[in-house]
């Protein structure tokens, strides 16, 4: 990553656009995982749409620390954020412990453990991304939802195939063909960087949401919750905590 951020221009042009685009849609789910991204993501969904749910995965993380922030992230939303609260609907976790059982066979195979950015390791599942959308798909489709919003991202992780703006597009082709039924994946992330990230959270809820996301979400790849530093919990040291203190370094320092 460049030390030189990028400006945040492109949020006005980002906003107007998103809500031209939407003056058809009123309804999102927004795939939630308790980190900054998803946060920032379900931040922007509330500012567009009039009705909100979210969904989540358990897959039996290393650590459960994410499934508990997300549930506080959503307390603190409609504590602090009234006005979004009353969009926000229902929250769905769905239990794939079948991706443990999978991640557990190739864990098996020669291959050099490693984290990767996603705060998995890199004998996970691949392709587990299209999985989460199938599955948001099949939801959305019962919960009459319109929107699908990933916080994927290129900029930063461009090594995950599944999270690529070309696997998106492929994606909402394909949810839409095989459901017959006409749905959006939006990925409001997709081609900015950590700093524009808390840039975007600092636009849509000022001050307030970018501590809110400081305090309360979570990233660190190996759950820390006990050392606090100034862009949040974690262990300061791990692919994620860097990525997190780079971004929040750069955006502070404008
Ligand atoms: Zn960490």
Redesign the pocket.
């Known amino acids: 990553m460049s030390p030189n951020a990028p400006s945040n221009a492109f949020l006005p042009a980002a906003s107007i656009e998103a809500a031209a685009e939407h003056r058809h849609h009123r309804t999102a789910l927004v795939l939630f995982s308790g980190g900054q991204d998803s946060t920032t993501c379900l931040a922007r969904a509330l500012s567009q749409f009039e009705r909100v749910e979210t969904i989540g995965f358990d897959y039996r993380q290393r650590h459960h620390v994410e499934l508990k922030s997300r549930l506080v992230v959503l307390d603190e939303i409609r504590r602090q954020f009234p006005d979004w609260g009353q969009r926000l609907g229902q929250d769905h976790v769905l239990d794939l412990a079948v991706l443990g059982d999978v991640s557990e066979t190739s864990l098996t195979r020669d291959m050099a453990f490693k984290m990767e950015s996603s705060g998995l390791p890199n004998t996970f599942v691949p392709g587990r991304n299209l999985l989460f959308l199938t599955l948001a798909g099949s939801l959305a489709y019962r919960r009459g939802l319109e929107v699908i919003v990933t916080g994927v991202c290129e900029t930063d992780f461009s090594g995950y195939p599944d999270c690529r703006d070309d696997t998106m597009k492929a994606m909402q082709l394909a949810l839409s063909l095989g459901m017959d039924r006409r749905f959006l994946i939006e990925t409001p992330l997709m081609w900015i960087d950590k700093a524009d990230t808390w840039r975007m959270a600092q636009q849509l809820g000022g001050d307030a949401l970018v501590d809110l996301i400081v305090e309360h979400t979570h990233?660190?790849?190996?759950g820390?919750r006990e050392h606090r530093q100034a862009w949040g919990y974690?262990?300061?040291?791990?692919p994620?905590?860097e990525l997190r203190a780079q971004g929040y370094e750069r955006f502070t320092s404008v």
């Open positions: 990233t660190c790849y190996l820390d974690g262990c300061g040291t791990c994620a905590c």
